[in-house]
Nanobody
Framework: QVQLVESGGGLVQAGGSLRLSCAAS????????MGWFRQAPGKEREFLAR???????YYGDSVNGRFTISRDNVKNVVYLQMNSLKPEDTAVYYC????????????WGQGTQVTVSS
């Protein structure tokens, strides 16, 4: 089992920045993908970004260059730097991990609320 704990959410004004962190613990071997998702009220969960253990990144369409994902393989932490935040970025943000042989995201954090005021 892998446990994920997100932190760094909160209330920010439009145009501001936040940095989310997600720490993995437990059986952290072979955490190939670490990623971020979000879910706004009444909407489906949305993929934001993922990063491989080798540092390769991939972003969802909604990010538009405003978010940057990174990870620390020693600490087993994944980060999401969010800049130029907009009210429509308001959501619960979740991190997830996927091991090397898995076909889907296996473990999820409990989520952290991000609220962007106009």
């Amino acid at each position: 089992q892998v446990q994920l704990v997100e932190s760094g959410g909160g209330l920010v004004q439009a145009g501001g920045s936040l940095r989310l962190s997600c720490a993995a613990s437990g059986r952290t071997d072979n955490l190939y993908y670490m990623g971020w998702f979000r879910q706004a009220p009444g909407k489906e969960r949305e993929f934001l970004a993922r990063v491989t253990s080798g540092g390769m990144t991939y972003y969802g369409d909604s990010v538009n260059g405003r978010f940057t994902i990174s990870r620390d393989n020693v600490k087993n932490v994944v980060y999401l730097q969010m800049n130029s935040l907009k009210p429509e970025d308001t959501a619960v943000y979740y991190c997830a991990v996927r091991k090397a042989l898995a076909s889907s995201w296996e473990y999820w954090g409990q989520g952290t609320q991000v609220t962007v005021s106009s």
